[in-house]
């Protein structure tokens, strides 16, 4: 009671009859301010930024390859030139030309560079693919370089390419005639992976939108209620935006193209859903109370508690990417982190003083009337108007047959979920990242070039240094006789300390596939062995390249995932036994989350695999589905169960679970139909990890929903009966003072 009472006061504070215009002058003046002073950020994004610990394997190689062997060091973009009837002399002489201006004119941030045009036309010729129709021309780029500035030079690059061979061979498709080139490599997967977020962060910001709007107005059939959800939605952005700008310029939090594009599917997602946690509130104490302020502070004692839980639940499952190694899953903790509680704050300020200001209006045409105002009109018009309903006939429906028929429910509920579940077992993961992007992406284009006519392992070589100690060591004898291994070339000793060589491997296969990542180790280990068969006591060993970073990659993620997923439910765990005092209510809540999170990535995996040709998914997926899954799942719980812990201080427990149910039914379901759309959305973009990433979170979302929430869960309190509360215990109040209460 004394927790409702303040709620009661803060909703007087910042929606009260005079309080509601400052609390949106406030929100006005604080979005405009902080918009002129502070940068946005998208302004701040850093693409870039280093993924794998610094104490990684690959990291560790590239820092030797920079020390001992820093004349080759760099990061390679691949040109491939492809002509389908065979390359031409004149095609050969066009490469000659733009080799020799890039040696006289380097582009900014290159480093290396073949000297082709140096070479008589056999000894070129002899660099062609085995059909005569490919060549390759590698320029490296200092390590380190923006991207901005590596999509600049690639730019002069295919402009001095235009100039020089008089037509632009990037452009046209590579199944037309004649001369084909295509940048790939890693700068060029790079470039072309940035280009691909700018163009969708525009396009998911306005399919966002326009989908949260037409779903609202769909849902409410009112024009104003579907407008003031965006209008805090977009506020709040135009707080967080500056906010994480500034975090971001001071060097305090890094963003990046993809964080940014799922933190705004995120913001209107969960923000719509608190806005409409709080509205569906306000409209049944509309219908309740003649005066909308007395309406609102009945609102804010009934809602602020679910609210505020529900936010806090989602911020601490975020910020327990903190615990995170790999850079993307750390970096996500604090910017979501920051925006799911702005939004929770605009929830509840911005949106209730919208409300008090428009007042019955917002819900035009379908006002929400007390009985003595549907009296007064009806006296009015001299005609019989329609009653109102709280509560639809359909929540009523589900509010009964959970409470009439448990067993029957939750016997199907899980039979259905678990059936879900067991497909999970099936998913397969990857961490080649071409796989991600589309197969028209002109990167992917080159690579699929190179593994046609020369060998996909020359895509990203595999680097091997070693410290012989002076000893002899047949290492790329051994290295040769490796099934996988298309070449492995002579020692190149190092320019500082001859005890220093290092070798390049070229795998036969994808160096992004699973099977060449999973490769490392053996090669490791087979390096190793040769060096102590020479006589190393201590074999030193460093392996390099895009194959090693992925494989780090791959033991970063895995590790991230059995860390961060039992501090996420422990936390969860925790904050629920705090905010319904029952470790019984905590045990089932928690479980029945996960045992949706597994039928997501099962119910995933069969829609990716088998309807959208998926053969495997990204191996950081499991855990962003995770984090955001559990989270928000537990949010719609949480607004449930709060309702049905309300009620059964007034009544017998089977009463306060069909209320419970019946009351959070319609606007749960319109907020879990919101939120999946939103994530739907991703699904529309041309990066598969976010395709992925946003359908198994849609599904998730709709199990959440529609089987989780209206059944399993009240299903599961209706057959624990009291024990439900253990080891709380319920102030039981007076049938008669509840039913005076709700007059």
């Not at 509840?348 to 007390?370: D, K, M, N, W």
């Not at 071409?434 to 392992?457: A, D, I, K, Q, Y």
């Not at 492995?488 to 070798?503: F, G, H, L, N, T």
């Not at 090693?548 to 860390?563: G, M, S």
């Amino acid at each position: 009671m004394h927790e409702n009472y303040l709620f009661s006061k803060l909703g007087a504070i910042v929606a009260g009859r005079r309080s509601k215009w400052m609390t949106v002058m406030v929100w006005v003046l604080l979005t405009g301010i902080l918009s002129v002073f502070l940068p946005n950020v998208n302004s701040q994004e850093n693409n870039t930024a280093r993924q794998i610990p610094k104490d990684s394997w690959s990291l560790q190689a590239s820092e030797m390859m920079r020390e001992q062997f820093p004349s080759v060091e760099g990061i390679p973009a691949l040109v491939v030139w492809y002509r389908a009837a065979g390359l031409t002399d004149q095609d050969l002489a066009g490469v000659q030309k733009i080799t020799k201006q890039l040696t006289d004119s380097p582009l900014s941030a290159q480093k290396g560079l073949p000297p082709l045009h140096q070479l008589p036309a056999p000894s070129l010729k002899g660099n062609l693919s085995k059909d005569g129709t490919l060549l390759v021309l590698p320029i490296s780029f200092e390590e380190g370089t923006g991207t901005e500035i590596l999509q600049e030079d690639l730019k002069k690059l295919q402009e001095l390419t235009i100039a020089q061979i008089g037509s632009d061979p990037f452009t046209a498709k590579v199944s037309e005639e004649g001369l084909h080139a295509r940048i790939t490599g890693p700068v060029g997967i790079q470039t072309d992976a940035t280009a691909l977020f700018k163009g969708a962060d525009f396009a998911l910001l306005l399919a966002t939108v326009l989908l949260v709007l037409i779903l609202l107005f769909v849902l409410y059939r009112s024009p104003i209620l579907a407008i003031i959800p965006l209008i805090g939605v977009g506020f709040a952005y135009g707080i967080i935006s500056p906010i994480l700008g500034f975090l971001a310029k001071q060097g305090w939090i890094t963003v990046d193209a993809q964080s940014i594009s799922i933190m705004t599917v995120l913001l209107f997602g969960a923000g719509t859903d608190y806005c409409l946690f709080f509205v569906a509130r306000y409209r049944q104490a509309l219908m309740e109370k003649n005066d909308k302020y007395e309406a609102m502070r009945i609102s804010f004692a009934g809602s602020t508690g679910a609210i505020g839980m529900s936010g806090l639940t989602v911020i601490v499952s975020l910020l327990g990417l903190l615990f995170a190694h790999y850079g993307s899953n750390h970096r996500f903790a604090i910017p979501f982190s920051v925006a799911i509680l702005i939004m929770a704050i605009a929830s509840l300020t911005l949106v209730p003083a919208l409300l008090a200001i428009i007042g019955r209006a917002s819900f035009i045409p379908f006002i929400p009337l007390t009985p003595d105002m549907r009296a007064e009109k009806e006296a009015r018009k001299g005609k019989r108007i329609r009653e109102q309903k709280a509560v639809s006939t359909i929540s009523v429906a589900l509010g009964r047959i959970v409470t009439e028929k448990p067993k029957s429910v939750l016997v199907i509920s899980l039979i259905v979920l678990i059936a879900l579940a067991a497909f999970a077992s099936q998913i397969k993961f990857t961490y080649n990242i071409l796989e991600s992007f589309p197969s028209t992406m002109p990167s992917r284009e080159g690579f699929t070039l190179l593994s046609e006519h020369v060998s996909p392992g020359s895509l990203a070589p595999l680097k091997v240094i070693v410290n012989s100690e002076g000893k002899e060591a047949d290492i790329q004898g051994a290295l040769s006789k490796l099934p996988y291994v298309e070449s492995i070339s002579k020692p190149a000793q190092s320019s500082k300390d001859v005890k220093y060589r290092a070798y390049e491997l070229i795998f036969k296969q994808d160096p992004y596939a699973l099977d060449s990542i999973d490769r490392i180790p053996e090669i490791r280990s087979m390096v190793e062995q040769k060096l102590m068969e020479a006589g190393v006591s201590v074999p030193q060993v460093w392996i390099g390249g895009e194959t090693a970073t992925q494989y780090d990659t791959k033991t970063v993620v895995e590790r991230d995932t059995r860390i961060v997923i039992p501090i996420v439910i422990t936390v969860i765990a925790i904050l629920l036994l705090i905010y319904l005092r029952s470790i019984v209510a905590m045990v089932y809540l928690i479980a029945t989350v996960l045992l949706s999170y597994f039928s997501a990535l099962g119910a995933g995996w069969l829609i990716l695999h088998y309807f959208m040709d998926t053969s495997a998914i990204q191996g950081l997926i499991p855990l962003y589905a995770f984090v955001f899954l559990v989270a928000l799942g537990e949010d719609y719980n949480i607004f449930m169960v709060s309702s049905i812990w309300q009620e059964r201080n007034r009544l017998k427990l089977k009463d306060a679970i069909r209320l419970g149910v019946s009351q959070t039914s319609s606007v749960i379901t319109s907020a879990g139909l919101i939120l999946a759309g939103t994530f739907a959305v991703l699904a529309s973009l041309p990066i598969q990890v976010l395709v992925q990433f946003g359908v198994i979170c849609a599904i998730g979302v709709i199990l959440d929903t529609f089987i989780v929430r209206p059944f399993l869960v009240p299903s599961i309190t209706m057959l624990l009966g009291e024990m439900s509360f253990w080891p709380g215990k319920i102030k039981q109040q007076p049938q008669a003072q509840y039913e005076n209460k709700r007059a």
